[in-house]
């Protein structure tokens, strides 16, 4: 994870692509063009417009990692330079368990609600296929819930 950071702030494509599976998805909240990014090369060309256009630099501020399965979750902030702003935020990453490359990342950035919104969550992420519930109600029994 750190890897991938330092080939974010480097705006370095070949290190960045290396970080990813081939089929990796970047996902994100609302409110971004052309998401969720599909492919090692869509993330890493997506991270060297950020660093090109917005003078995009991060820091890794908190990691936890799973004992149980190729899973972290890492707190950062996008330190937008040329706009003087920060965004502060949380991705969760999934691990594909051979080769230990990134295979998903799901963003959730510390920011308002979008208050046109029904229901606030990520864009293109299969939320129904991952089990995850769709309405409110009592908690489930699913394992890790």
Request: aromatic share 14%.
């Amino acid at each position: 994870m750190r890897r991938y950071f330092d080939a974010c702030n480097a705006a370095d494509y070949d290190a960045l692509v290396s970080c990813f599976t081939p089929d990796a998805v970047h996902y994100f909240p609302p409110g971004l063009d052309g998401v969720p990014w599909r492919t090692a090369d869509t993330i890493a060309r997506g991270w060297q417009h950020c660093v090109a256009t917005l003078g995009s630099q991060w820091t890794v501020d908190r990691i936890v990692v799973s004992q149980d399965s190729p899973e972290a979750v890492m707190e950062w902030t996008h330190w937008k330079n040329a706009s003087g702003t920060a965004l502060r935020g949380v991705e969760w990453y999934v691990f594909d368990a051979d080769s230990l490359r990134i295979s998903e990342i799901r963003a959730y950035y510390a920011a308002p609600a979008d208050r046109s919104a029904t229901i606030n969550e990520l864009v293109g992420f299969a939320y129904a296929d991952r089990g995850y519930p769709l309405a409110s109600g009592p908690t489930s029994d699913r394992e890790g819930t």
